[in-house]
């Protein structure tokens, strides 16, 4: 109950109810190489990318499942370069709408090419007799992330 009690609420116009605690005040960097050092110092690293238009969380050695990708064959390297948003359990850096490559760097490792389950659509007329069924396996290409690797700006 002791936690509970050392909670306290925050009314926010922007958002209506923030929990925050009492006794925890933000750390916030004053410039861009400051606060890449505090995130250099945290153990873990997630980083939130946009792959094929679509936003992902990743962490280190996850594996992504993104549609096909064409151009990329199995046991190629991907360098993701549309990073929004780095953080740790502690920090976070944001982008705006993306961060440069030099403050982070993204890799991935093509795994396979593979196809989803069988998908069945199904046309019909009513009362015409009139029916068709359509299937098709959608294709996917699995990526490994690799390592989130932030430099140290010297």
Request: hydrophobic fraction near 40%; proline fraction near 6%.
């Amino acid at each position: 109950m002791a936690a509970l009690s050392s909670l306290r609420f925050a009314w926010n116009a922007a958002r209506p109810l923030t929990r925050t605690l009492a006794t925890a005040s933000p750390t916030l960097a004053g410039s861009l190489p400051e606060a890449v050092q505090l995130l250099q110092s945290q153990p873990s690293h997630y980083a939130i990318a946009s792959i094929v238009g679509k936003k992902l969380i990743v962490t280190p050695r996850d594996l992504v499942t993104v549609p096909r990708l064409k151009d990329v064959h199995v046991g190629d390297l991907l360098q993701l370069n549309a990073i929004e948003e780095v953080g740790s359990r502690e920090y976070t850096l944001r982008g705006d709408p993306y961060l440069p490559e030099k403050v982070v760097s993204v890799t991935a490792t093509v795994v396979e090419h593979t196809k989803g389950s069988m998908e069945r659509i199904v046309k019909f007329k009513r009362r015409k007799g009139y029916k068709k069924t359509i299937k098709h396996k959608q294709t996917y290409t699995r990526l490994r992330i690799n390592d989130i690797v932030i430099p140290s700006s010297s």
